[in-house]
Each structure stands twice: as structure tokens, then as C-alpha cells.
């Protein structure tokens, strides 16, 4: 076990900045439909993207010990290129059911953990189904980080929905945001439809013993620099 996954985002990044991509930046690492998966004791660097993403409707998911950093302090140099700071390096992407995240460690200015609603899976009468829920992230320890969030859910005629989820036991530095829940507007699909057949829910959502710690502003001009923020994560093991 072990190891660290490079996504060398840097290049990613200016080219993005630049305008210069003719599709979506990769992801670091990306599972799909899959089910009884175990992420553990790796290292996640500059990712293109998100760092890890879980889609598709993943089951029975943990992820353990997993440390998340991303240079966010180059992206802030590029921010006079393109408005847009940070560049969607999300830690964990989640949506399925049965997923447990804990024991991370994330510094990424972007959305630390965000459970997003789960592809809906057509059942074998064509019924949309699927739900995101049972999702626990435990023991998290977070350097400017943008969130433990929940969504952004869309209203639409699939009915999308977030349920039972629980944040426990993080410490946040610095933080730019905390508990994080994104409603948003609903899909195109909803402007000829009436609420009941077009809507989305998000449902039980709790979190304890969340701890914002040393907050620190935006205007700030003391941030630390990427080094700074790999020495921390050397101090948390």
C-alpha cells in the first residue's frame, strides 16, 4: 500500500487559463459504477481537476487515509488570467450510497468532500431510480479548504436527491468556507413543468463537531505558500 498519484496540474492550469483546452481537464483518479472499492494510505498532488472522483452510482466505498493537496497558491497567480480562482480541484467527489470517507487530510481552496446526487438508474420498468445517501465523512483535517458541502442539487424531472449524510469530527485551518449546502436552479428541462413533476431534495444532513480554526480573509497577504502546506500535511502523520 501506499504511494502518490502526480497529476501535474501546473501545465493543466495555464492552459485552462488560457483558454487553450478543446475538452474538460482530466480527473486524478475517477470510479465509476463500481462497487466494494477501498481508497486507501495514498497521496493526491496537483490534480488536473477533481483528485477523486466516485460516480456512476458507486456502493460500498471507503476511503481511508488519503491525503489531498493541491498548489493552490500557482493558481492564485494565474486568477489575473482567467476569472475563475480555484480552478475545480475538488478533493472527494461523491455520489452513490454506503460511502465512508475518514482519516483525510485535504488542502486544496476548493470544495474539501462534496456529495452530489447519484446518476439515476433506469430499473427494469424504465422508473428513474437512485438516491445519494448513507454517506459518512469522518476525521477530517482541512488547510484552506472551500467546504464540506452538499451539491449543488438541480431540480428536474428525474426528482435528484441527497439523504443521510453525515460530517464528523474536522478541523478546519483557515478555512474559505465550512458546512456547505448548494441548491441551485433547476434544469432547462423544468421551465414547462409544474413543481411536483420537476423538483429535488436534499434530506438529513448533519454535522458535528466541525471546528473552524485560525481563520484567515481572502485579502490576507500572509497566505502560505505550497510548501508551507506540505509541511503541515508532513505534521499530521
Same mark, same amino acid.
Given at each position: 500500500g501506499g504511494g502518490a498519484l502526480d497529476g501535474r496540474g501546473h501545465n493543466w492550469w495555464v492552459a485552462f487559463a488560457r483558454n487553450k483546452l478543446a475538452s474538460k481537464r482530466p480527473m486524478l483518479l475517477q470510479i +465509476?459504477?463500481?462497487t466494494d472499492v477501498v481508497v486507501r494510505d495514498i497521496t493526491m498532488l496537483d490534480s488536473p481537476r477533481?483528485? #477523486?472522483?466516485?460516480?456512476s452510482y458507486c456502493k460500498r466505498v471507503l476511503v481511508e487515509r488519503v491525503t489531498i493537496l493541491a498548489d493552490w497558491a500557482a493558481q492564485q =497567480?494565474?486568477? /489575473?488570467? $482567467? !476569472?475563475?480562482? @480555484?480552478? =475545480?480541484?475538488?478533493g472527494i467527489d461523491v *455520489?452513490? /450510497? +454506503? &460511502?465512508t470517507i475518514r482519516d483525510i487530510v485535504v488542502s486544496n481552496? +476548493? +470544495?474539501?468532500? *462534496?456529495?452530489?446526487? *447519484?446518476?439515476? #438508474? !433506469? %430499473?427494469?420498468d424504465g422508473a428513474a431510480t437512485g438516491c445519494t445517501r448513507? &454517506?459518512? $465523512?469522518y476525521n477530517a483535517t482541512v488547510?484552506?479548504? *472551500?467546504? #464540506? %458541502? $452538499?451539491? %449543488?442539487?438541480? @431540480?428536474? !424531472?428525474? /426528482? !435528484?436527491?441527497?439523504?443521510?449524510?453525515l460530517f464528523e469530527k474536522a478541523t478546519l485551518w483557515s478555512p474559505l468556507k465550512g458546512p456547505y449546502v448548494k441548491p441551485d436552479r433547476a434544469t432547462p428541462e423544468c421551465l414547462h413543468l409544474d413543481h411536483d413533476a420537476c423538483s429535488a431534495s436534499i434530506q438529513n444532513v448533519t454535522y458535528k463537531h466541525v471546528r473552524p480554526s485560525r481563520c484567515l480573509s481572502r485579502e490576507r497577504t500572509d497566505t502560505p505558500t505550497i510548501a508551507a502546506t506540505r509541511v503541515f500535511d508532513a505534521g499530521m502523520h
Open positions: +465509476d459504477g463500481s477533481f483528485n #477523486l472522483y466516485l460516480g =497567480n494565474l486568477q /489575473k488570467s $482567467v !476569472p475563475m480562482f @480555484p480552478f =475545480n480541484t475538488d *455520489a452513490g /450510497k +454506503d &460511502i481552496y +476548493d +470544495d474539501v468532500v *462534496a456529495v452530489k446526487t *447519484a446518476d439515476l #438508474l !433506469p %430499473s427494469d448513507n &454517506i459518512t $465523512v488547510y484552506r479548504g *472551500a467546504g #464540506l %458541502s $452538499v451539491g %449543488s442539487v438541480h @431540480p428536474s !424531472p428525474l /426528482k !435528484p436527491c441527497v439523504r443521510d449524510v
